[in-house]
């Protein structure tokens, strides 16, 4: 079964502070995708990173894809209160299918 | 450009009844796909339609579940006779050409159920 493992589940914090969420699994991806989901709204996306190793940095976000293809982790600096939502890893192995973890409840106080 | 529309956007009914659900998906994009999130868990895909036809729906309980994509565009979703645990929101997602790991999947708003 493939399965993406998503730690902390829930996640509170001052504003100001940085954080680091993980998306693990024991298959190897193909491709990997995060995305933000916001009450009441579906998920957006934030980046999608395919090679080993790869990093991305979206302002304040710093994403990066293990080596094996198999894990991923979300660096926020500084977070701000806009930053409060849910965080999902998604996932395909190579198929026509993709795969979402249960996600990260991210809430950043002011 | 209009994003993906879903409608109704809440809906409140008791088991056993039967609920339909509309998704219009950003015009020109070929894949369409539903996925069901229970509060507290990510989404998981039920179905998921290139064009008018079924690529993936073996997520989806087929006794009481259905789903078309008429003309490849609008889709309905269908839950006939509804379950408690059928309680959750029903996004609807679409992307523009044929399945692509890496494509950008654009979610609607969805629809939150409440069986009772």
């Known amino acids: 079964t493939q399965l993406l493992e998503q730690s902390p589940q829930f996640l509170s914090i001052q504003e100001g502070e940085n954080l680091t969420v993980y998306c693990n699994s024991s298959?190897?991806?193909?491709?990997l995708q995060w995305y933000r989901q916001e009450p009441g709204e579906g998920p957006v996306l934030l980046v999608t990173?395919?090679?080993?190793?790869e990093v991305k940095k979206l302002k304040r976000l710093t994403f990066q894809f293990g080596d094996a293809r198999k894990d991923s982790s979300l660096h926020i600096t500084a977070a701000q209160t806009g930053d409060t939502g849910l965080y999902l890893c998604a996932g395909n192995t190579g198929g026509f299918k993709t795969i979402f973890g249960a996600g990260t409840r991210l809430f950043v106080k002011a | 450009e209009a994003g993906v529309a879903q409608s109704p956007r809440y809906k409140i009914i008791e088991k056993r009844q039967s609920v339909a659900f509309w998704c219009n998906p950003i015009s020109g994009h070929a894949t369409l796909y539903w996925y069901q999130q229970i509060l507290g868990q990510g989404p998981k895909l039920l179905i998921q339609?290139?064009?008018?036809?079924?690529?993936?729906d073996s997520q989806l309980p087929k006794d009481r579940f259905s789903a078309e994509r008429l003309k490849g565009v609008d889709s309905t979703l269908k839950i006939q006779p509804a379950k408690l645990e059928d309680s959750a929101v029903y996004l609807c997602?679409?992307?523009?050409?044929?399945?692509?790991?890496?494509?950008?999947?654009?979610f609607g708003p969805g629809t939150r159920l409440t069986v009772l």
């Open positions: 298959s190897v991806f193909s491709s």
């Open positions: 997602a679409s992307s523009p050409g044929l399945y692509v790991a890496t494509d950008t999947q654009y």
């Open positions: 339609f290139q064009n008018n036809g079924v690529v993936d």
């Open positions: 990173v395919v090679t080993g190793g």
